[in-house]
């Protein structure tokens, strides 16, 4: 099995930075595309960014401009350095990783436990 662990959550006031960081664990053989997505209070989850294993990279037009998706291979962790904080990114933040347990198994999703980003003064 694998795991996903995040961490780097918390309070920050608007327009300051955080950086989550997400590692991914396990009997693991290879990963594909890794990202975050986020979650608020009464919303739907939703697409923060994404990134592929060759470093290609998508992001929700709410986040572009402000937030930065990076990752380590060597690692299986991938980061989201978020910068100019708004209110309304306050949310809990949820790691994804889609890989592959075995050279001949399927591509399946997995996730992190979320962690929490307030931004409010």
């Known amino acids: 099995q694998a795991q996903l662990v995040e961490s780097g959550g918390g309070l920050v006031q608007p327009g300051g930075s955080l950086r989550l960081s997400c590692a991914a664990s396990g009997s693991i053989f290879s990963i594909n595309t890794m990202g975050w997505y986020r979650q608020a209070p009464g919303k739907q989850r939703e697409l923060v960014a994404t990134v592929t294993s060759s470093g290609s990279a998508i992001y929700a037009d709410s986040v572009k401009g402000r937030f930065t998706i990076s990752r380590d291979n060597a690692k299986n962790t991938v980061y989201l350095q978020m910068d100019s904080l708004k209110p309304e990114d306050t949310a809990v933040y949820y790691c994804?990783?889609?890989?592959?347990?075995?050279?001949?198994?399927?591509?399946?999703?997995?996730w992190g436990q979320g962690t929490q980003v307030t931004v409010s003064s």
């Open positions: 994804n990783a889609n890989l592959k347990l075995y050279r001949f198994s399927g591509f399946a999703n997995y």
